[in-house]
């Protein structure tokens, strides 16, 4: 797969993935317990596809956060790949939204045996004007 058409996939899963959440998030029959299992299930599914395997302390899957309809974190339709740069065995993806703001993303990914997998992610802080961490 090429390297534009695994990040809009993987874009599309994680957007599928958030209105699973929000979906999930509405069912008043599941415990909190319950809800937070389901979608560290279905997130974990997307990350052993398209992350590299590392801890990621703060990161997916163990820790998840998703945004809103309107507000997603991850939307095909909003974010735009703008620049990608191979050197390598690694390359880099630079990305930008202009919904719900205006934000630029580089995601960082590595070639394994099987393909390019995302390694990490940062953001453009536009306030300190620098590339900062950020995570999956």
Partial sequence: MEIDELMHSFFTEMNNWERFC???????TFSYEIKSKKQKDEVRK???KYLTKKERKMG????????D????SYNPDEEEIVVIEIIKNNAT???ARKKPIEQQYRYFLK???DG???DSKKRFSNWKG???SAIL
């Fill in 22 to 28: 929000n979906q999930i998030d509405r069912e008043s």
């Fill in 46 to 48: 997307i990350t052993d």
């Fill in 60 to 67: 997916l899957p163990e820790y998840i956060s998703y945004g």
């Fill in 69 to 72: 309809e309107g507000s997603y």
């Fill in 93 to 95: 993806v630079t990305t």
């Fill in 111 to 113: 070639k394994s045996k």
């Fill in 116 to 118: 390019w997998l995302i």
């Fill in 130 to 132: 620098k590339w900062e």
